[in-house]
């Protein structure tokens, strides 16, 4: 399940359902808006392999990985998320929700790093 935090514009959650990339966003179909980032993770141990996409930075962080959910940090521009989001899903090595649980993942326009859960060091993946 893909799951948008409530920092993803709606323009951006439509453009994806125009793509018919199904996500469901935090304050919308999902739970309520959170005053919170700290009551996020207790909601995405209750889904099931939830994938879940934010602009917020305070999620880059190794200590947060949990094999039952991924972590993606959209580091870019608020209006190229739906772009990003639908080229994530598509990469060779995170197309599936299984090759993406447990991982922390910051998408920037040069690539993505990806945080290893033991170290806490970022590893470079290319687009």
């Not at 959650?13 to 919308?28: C, D």
């Not at 947060?64 to 991924?70: G, I, M, P, Q, V």
């Not at 990003?84 to 993505?112: D, S």
Request: charged residues 25%.
């Amino acid at each position: 399940m893909n799951i948008l935090d409530a920092n993803i514009v709606a323009s951006q959650r439509e453009q994806l359902a125009a793509w018919r990339i199904r996500a469901r966003q935090i304050g919308r179909e999902l739970g309520h808006r959170f005053d919170s980032d700290a009551n996020i993770i207790p909601l995405l141990r209750n889904q099931k392999r939830a994938t879940f996409f934010t602009r917020d930075r305070d999620f880059w962080d190794a200590r947060l990985s949990d094999s039952n959910y991924c972590i993606v940090w959209l580091d870019i521009q608020a209006m190229r998320a739906a772009d990003y989001i639908r080229r994530f899903l598509r990469h060779p090595q995170f197309r599936t929700a299984a090759m993406r649980m447990g991982k922390v993942i910051q998408v920037r326009p040069t690539g993505l790093a990806v945080l290893g859960p033991s170290t806490g060091k970022a590893e470079s993946v290319r687009w």
